[in-house]
């Protein structure tokens, strides 16, 4: 069953990838003309400097970045929904950080690409890269079909306010919908900026990314303290950027409401002893049942549930053969 299972997600995956390079093949990536004069037309001897003559980014990096987007999707989808193992998606969530975020400095990341994708939409003329195309689509497939998967334990953004969730403290539902409702005008405002003639164009999601100067370790003081104060703010309200403000957050919540499937948080029946809206941090539990628009896929509830937590304890005592009464109980 669970090998099927696997089997399902991995052939899903490869299914969308192989179908999105084949559509987005008539998009050639070209590299940017190359604006500078040249130094013999300049003369006097003088040298471009190299950071006018950026080397272009190395193809063979787009190839191992969208795989390990994908594999780390089919990872978090797995250990969420099958493993139900908040310890090795935290692990994941650690292992992706370091990646997307700090190693690949945050780019190209699915968040920004909706710029690009918009300007691709209205702009004949603009080159899109294929490995944007895919970090934008991918992360909505999986909506599509089990939730925010990428929001779990992929998307650096999210695992950093993860990471610095301690103190949780519960957001009055009515302000937590209000203040939701920002991340949609954001989106509207980010793809009517991105669409703008060339002259006048601004990538407002990069611009003001309240994350990425942590992970290249420089950038505008206003935007780092920005960051900070995020941050801070994360220790006690969980996620702030992706519960209000992140504007592929606000299209992941719109396609994970038709998703296929989602977090069951019980692990085999529904208890409905309620102990589970008191674990989630995100207000993501409505009458006992995990809302898949505002599941962030943390599976911080299944080590609440009490028939989760006597499910693996039976099955790990039936593994090492140490009690018949947990064999009952699983
Ligand atoms: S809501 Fe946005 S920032 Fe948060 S985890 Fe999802 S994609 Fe990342
Ligand atoms: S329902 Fe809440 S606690 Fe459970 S996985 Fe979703 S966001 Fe996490």
């Known amino acids: 069953m669970r090998i099927r299972w696997i089997l399902l997600v991995l052939m899903s995956l490869a299914a969308t990838a192989a179908a999105a390079s084949h559509v987005l093949a008539q998009y050639q990536y070209q590299r940017e003309v190359d604006v500078a004069p040249p130094?013999?037309?300049?003369?006097?001897?003088?040298?471009?400097?190299?950071?006018?003559?950026?080397?272009?980014?190395?193809?063979?990096?787009?190839?191992?970045?969208?795989?390990?987007?994908?594999?780390?999707?089919?990872?978090?989808?797995?250990?969420?929904?099958?493993?139900?193992s908040r310890n090795w998606l935290i692990a994941l969530t650690v292992i992706c950080l370091v990646y997307?975020?700090?190693?690949?400095?945050g780019c190209v990341c699915p968040i920004g690409a909706i710029q690009n994708v918009s300007v691709a939409l209205t702009d004949p003329g603009y080159a899109i890269p294929l490995v944007v195309i895919v970090f934008f689509l991918l992360p909505l497939v999986l909506a599509l079909l089990f939730g925010r998967v990428?929001?779990?334990?992929?998307?650096?953004?999210?695992?950093?306010?993860?990471l610095v969730l301690l103190r949780p403290v519960e957001v009055p539902r009515r302000l937590d919908g209000v203040l939701g409702l920002f991340?949609?005008?954001?989106?509207?405002l980010a793809i009517w900026f991105a669409t703008?003639?060339?002259?006048?164009?601004?990538?407002?999601?990069?611009?003001?990314?309240p994350f990425v100067g942590m992970f290249r370790l420089a950038g505008p003081a206003d935007i780092m303290i920005f960051g900070g104060a995020l941050l801070i703010l994360a220790?006690?309200?969980?996620?702030?950027?992706?519960?209000?403000?992140?504007?592929?957050?606000?299209?992941?919540?719109?396609?994970?409401r038709v998703s296929w499937r989602g977090v069951t948080i019980t692990p085999d029946k529904e208890l409905d002893c309620g102990l589970c809206a008191e674990a989630c941090p995100?207000?993501?539990?409505?009458?006992?049942r995990a809302k898949t628009s505002g599941c962030l896929f943390c599976a911080r509830c299944y080590n609440w549930c009490p028939r989760g937590v006597v499910k693996q304890e039976a099955v790990k005592a039936i593994t090492t053969g140490s009690s018949d009464e947990a064999k009952a109980s699983a």
Do not use: K, N
């Open 39 to 84: 130094d013999e037309d300049i003369g006097g001897g003088y040298v471009t400097p190299e950071v006018q003559r950026p080397a272009p980014r190395a193809a063979w990096w787009d190839v191992v970045d969208m795989a390990a987007l994908l594999v780390a999707l089919g990872l978090s989808a797995w250990l969420v929904l099958q493993r139900r």
């Open 100 to 105: 997307f975020g700090f190693y690949r400095e």
């Open 150 to 162: 990428f929001c779990g334990g992929v998307c650096p953004l999210g695992g950093i306010q993860e």
């Open 183 to 188: 991340r949609y005008v954001y989106l509207g």
């Open 196 to 209: 703008r003639p060339p002259v006048d164009r601004d990538f407002v999601i990069c611009r003001f990314d």
């Open 235 to 256: 220790v006690f309200i969980g996620r702030p950027y992706c519960r209000y403000l992140c504007p592929y957050g606000a299209l992941l919540s719109i396609f994970s």
């Open 282 to 288: 995100y207000g993501a539990i409505e009458d006992m």
